[in-house]
């Protein structure tokens, strides 16, 4: 079965969506929609010259040549979006964040709490081989029980887009929901518990202070460590840094239970490392038992690292969609309430930045 997928929004993560159901037997773009002409045009030749192009969505869906729907839109406009194409029966990819605010996303998923077909929340982070081997070994209990995770994300500025939308918090949600909603999401899901109050310190000290737009100077933090506590009474922590750009690892997570402590590190994109050359992630299992340190490379094919800049994990993640629309039964494995949560401390995260208190998470 030939599945035909609509884009809707053609930047830069839109063209890797693109690229990555290129290389999935049974998957085709059929159809792009963005207002940016010049956008949309790059897309349509990514996808090999015959996708049909829109402005509009909804003229996208009325002349039914989709199986699928893929939202790769700026994030303010993944609400409305949304609440205009939930009411199709088309299986919908949508790019994180879910929305901008918990309330948006509360309001998503009223309207969707009678829908069949699936809804999957793109927190592709979960798909890098790297952390789907930790994943694994957290499944066989190598850690024990899990009571702590860090993550530390060092790497470069938000990259340019169309418009620079990104670049104030009206229109992604700040920095603590745009780009670390993937560490919310991955912290949920190792600590298999849900957050209950956020502490963060955050600042805006380095990127883009010499832009201007509309007379505006950019308001999105560009660094922040953030302390979060669980329901089951573990913890996490994030060190973020976006002037980092020399990095060896772009991030590091580091997980210790009562067993033992794993380590993941991961290289940042190689067109930002100082030889463009790719670098294999790496894995290392740490055993309070008998003090053994185990260390293992994870790599990654290269015509999927090609593709994008997340390590193959846009492909292995619309691998996983394709075969949920093929089942036809199932439910997605990120789900709208995983979206609406990590938005939700991303929220309470900003929040804290902002007033220096700790602040509840709320769903």
């Given at each position: 079965m030939e599945l035909r997928y609509g884009l809707i929004g053609s930047g830069m993560m839109g063209l890797e969506h693109i690229l990555s159901l290129g290389l999935l037997e049974g998957c085709e773009v059929t159809a792009v929609t963005d207002p940016d002409d010049s956008m949309r045009a790059l897309a349509i030749e990514t996808a090999g010259g015959k996708a049909k192009g829109f402005t509009d969505h909804g003229k996208m869906l009325s002349e039914e040549i989709c199986d699928a729907l893929i939202i790769a839109s700026p994030n303010d406009t993944h609400h409305e979006i949304l609440l205009d194409v939930l009411g199709s029966d088309l299986p919908i990819l949508c790019e994180k964040p879910l929305c901008t605010t918990s309330a948006h996303c509360r309001e998503v998923l009223r309207e969707a709490e009678d829908r069949v077909a699936p809804v999957w929340v793109a927190m592709e982070y979960r798909f890098m081989p790297p952390v789907q081997r930790f994943l694994y070994e957290l499944r066989r209990g190598s850690v024990g029980v899990p009571r702590m995770?860090?993550?530390?994300?060092?790497?470069?500025?938000?990259?340019?887009?169309?418009?620079?939308?990104?670049?104030?918090?009206?229109?992604?949600?700040?920095?603590?929901?745009?780009?670390?909603?993937?560490?919310?999401?991955?912290?949920?899901l190792t600590l298999n518990s849900n957050p209950t109050r956020v502490f963060a310190s955050a600042g805006v000290d380095v990127n883009h202070q010499d832009e201007m737009y509309d007379g505006c100077v950019p308001d999105i933090i560009d660094n922040a460590f953030v302390v979060i506590e669980f329901e089951n009474g573990t913890r996490g922590m994030l060190d973020l840094c976006m002037f980092a750009e020399g990095s060896y690892w772009q991030q590091v997570i580091s997980v210790a239970g009562d067993a033992a402590r794993i380590d993941v590190k991961v290289p940042g994109p190689a067109r930002f490392s100082?030889?463009?050359?790719?670098?294999?992630?790496?894995?290392?299992?740490?055993?309070?038992?008998?003090?053994?340190?185990?260390?293992?490379?994870?790599?990654?094919?290269?015509?999927?690292l090609s593709v994008g800049d997340h390590h193959g994990s846009t492909y292995f993640q619309h691998k996983r969609f394709r075969d949920l629309i093929l089942r036809g039964r199932g439910k997605p494995e990120v789900s709208l309430l995983d979206g609406l949560w990590s938005v939700a401390v991303g929220e309470a995260a900003e929040e804290s930045a902002r007033t220096g208190e700790s602040v509840d998470v709320k769903v």
């Amino acid at each position: 079965m030939e599945l035909r997928y609509g884009l809707i929004g053609s930047g830069m993560m839109g063209l890797e969506h693109i690229l990555s159901l290129g290389l999935l037997e049974g998957c085709e773009v059929t159809a792009v929609t963005d207002p940016d002409d010049s956008m949309r045009a790059l897309a349509i030749e990514t996808a090999g010259g015959k996708a049909k192009g829109f402005t509009d969505h909804g003229k996208m869906l009325s002349e039914e040549i989709c199986d699928a729907l893929i939202i790769a839109s700026p994030n303010d406009t993944h609400h409305e979006i949304l609440l205009d194409v939930l009411g199709s029966d088309l299986p919908i990819l949508c790019e994180k964040p879910l929305c901008t605010t918990s309330a948006h996303c509360r309001e998503v998923l009223r309207e969707a709490e009678d829908r069949v077909a699936p809804v999957w929340v793109a927190m592709e982070y979960r798909f890098m081989p790297p952390v789907q081997r930790f994943l694994y070994e957290l499944r066989r209990g190598s850690v024990g029980v899990p009571r702590m995770i860090a993550v530390r994300e060092h790497r470069f500025p938000f990259l340019d887009k169309v418009g620079d939308w990104n670049r104030f918090n009206a229109r992604t949600g700040g920095t603590l929901v745009e780009k670390c909603c993937h560490y919310w999401d991955l912290m949920r899901l190792t600590l298999n518990s849900n957050p209950t109050r956020v502490f963060a310190s955050a600042g805006v000290d380095v990127n883009h202070q010499d832009e201007m737009y509309d007379g505006c100077v950019p308001d999105i933090i560009d660094n922040a460590f953030v302390v979060i506590e669980f329901e089951n009474g573990t913890r996490g922590m994030l060190d973020l840094c976006m002037f980092a750009e020399g990095s060896y690892w772009q991030q590091v997570i580091s997980v210790a239970g009562d067993a033992a402590r794993i380590d993941v590190k991961v290289p940042g994109p190689a067109r930002f490392s100082a030889d463009g050359k790719e670098r294999a992630s790496k894995i290392e299992i740490s055993l309070r038992s008998t003090k053994e340190v185990c260390r293992e490379e994870i790599t990654v094919d290269h015509e999927l690292l090609s593709v994008g800049d997340h390590h193959g994990s846009t492909y292995f993640q619309h691998k996983r969609f394709r075969d949920l629309i093929l089942r036809g039964r199932g439910k997605p494995e990120v789900s709208l309430l995983d979206g609406l949560w990590s938005v939700a401390v991303g929220e309470a995260a900003e929040e804290s930045a902002r007033t220096g208190e700790s602040v509840d998470v709320k769903v």
